[in-house]
């Protein structure tokens, strides 16, 4: 018996995409830093928030590349000439990135003592009906 994968199973025509969204997504960064969180705002609105200490506007970027959400965080080092008896604040690097679905748009983003609050908004999509003329097969292959 031959196992299907998800994109593969034939009631889901069109899906094929998911499956490598699932893929992309495993593959965005796991190690936990920086911490977020997603909350629900409204009927269709999301607000993703990141702990971002010690970063300023200008040590984050976010991008959006393909439906995916990327935040990326670089610190300047001012640590030069400086003398610490402990450094137990994160002064690294960071890249997350979150797979948005199809109509999710990001609202804005703001940074508020340390969090980065990045605000996101579904279109409510208009139902579309359509109907489908049944043809004679001539009909169907364009010649009629």
Do not use: C, W
């Given at each position: 018996?031959?196992?299907?994968?998800?994109?593969?199973?034939?009631?889901?025509?069109?899906?094929?995409?998911?499956?490598?969204?699932?893929?992309?997504?495993?593959?965005?960064?796991?190690?936990?830093?920086?911490?977020?969180?997603?909350?629900?705002?409204?009927?269709?609105?999301?607000?993703?928030?990141?702990?971002?200490?010690?970063?300023?506007?200008?040590?984050l970027s976010i991008t959006l590349?393909?439906?995916?959400l990327v935040i990326r965080g670089?610190?300047?080092?001012?640590?030069?000439?400086?003398?610490?008896?402990?450094?137990?604040?994160?002064?690294?690097?960071?890249?997350?990135?979150f797979v948005l679905a199809e109509?999710?748009?990001?609202?804005?983003?703001?940074?508020?003592?340390?969090?980065?609050?990045?605000?996101?908004?579904?279109?409510?999509?208009?139902?579309?009906?359509?109907?489908?003329?049944?043809?004679?097969?001539?009909?169907?292959?364009?010649?009629?």
């Amino acid at each position: 018996m031959t196992k299907l994968s998800f994109g593969a199973h034939p009631f889901l025509l069109g899906f094929d995409q998911l499956e490598r969204l699932a893929e992309r997504t495993a593959k965005s960064g796991t190690d936990g830093y920086p911490p977020f969180n997603i909350e629900q705002s409204g009927d269709n609105a999301f607000r993703i928030t990141l702990a971002v200490a010690g970063f300023s506007d200008d040590d984050l970027s976010i991008t959006l590349e393909d439906r995916q959400l990327v935040i990326r965080g670089r610190q300047s080092d001012s640590a030069e000439g400086r003398v610490f008896l402990h450094r137990g604040i994160a002064a690294r690097q960071f890249q997350r990135a979150f797979v948005l679905a199809e109509g999710v748009e990001v609202a804005r983003a703001s940074l508020e003592n340390g969090l980065l609050h990045i605000d996101l908004e579904r279109a409510e999509p208009e139902p579309v009906v359509q109907t489908i003329r049944i043809g004679t097969p001539d009909t169907a292959k364009g010649r009629g």
